[in-house]
Nanobody, 129 residues
Framework: QLRLVESGGGLVQPGGSLRLSCAASGFTLDYYAIGWFRQAPGKEREGVSCISSSGGSTNYADSVKGRFTISRDNAKNTVYLQMNSLKPEDTAVYYC??????????????????????WGQGTQVTVSS
């Protein structure tokens, strides 16, 4: 079965850190660009960050730039999102998605581009004191 599984979410105080993982099973991530997205209640899904299949290209939403870092370990078939200096407004369900591509520099945060790709089930991140 081909799927993505997110983990690492939880409850954290403002200023704290979490590391989310996105692990693929049933296929290799080597040829996939990966995006991290989040959706808060009543809001549209937002592209948080992305990384190209080679890992050489990354991109971040302005709201998380300087606080979040995306990385990938193709040997472990896993992509990570390190989240530091968390704020209450970061509270959301976080999803990862995979987009197959031959362009090793492609990195996209528009969720519509991943509509034919793989999506994980999401992991809840709550930032609250």
């Amino acid at each position: 079965q081909l799927r993505l599984v997110e983990s690492g979410g939880g409850l954290v105080q403002p200023g704290g850190s979490l590391r989310l993982s996105c692990a693929a099973s049933g296929f290799t991530l080597d040829y996939y660009a990966i995006g991290w997205f989040r959706q808060a209640p009543g809001k549209e899904r937002e592209g948080v960050s992305c990384i190209s299949s080679s890992g050489g290209s990354t991109n971040y939403a302005d709201s998380v730039k300087g606080r979040f870092t995306i990385s990938r370990d193709n040997a472990k078939n896993t992509v990570y999102l390190q989240m530091n200096s968390l704020k209450p407004e970061d509270t959301a369900v976080y999803y990862c998605a995979a987009l197959i591509t031959t362009n090793q520099t492609l990195c996209a945060r528009d969720p519509r581009l991943y509509r034919l790709g793989f999506w994980g089930q999401g992991t809840q991140v709550t930032v609250s004191s």
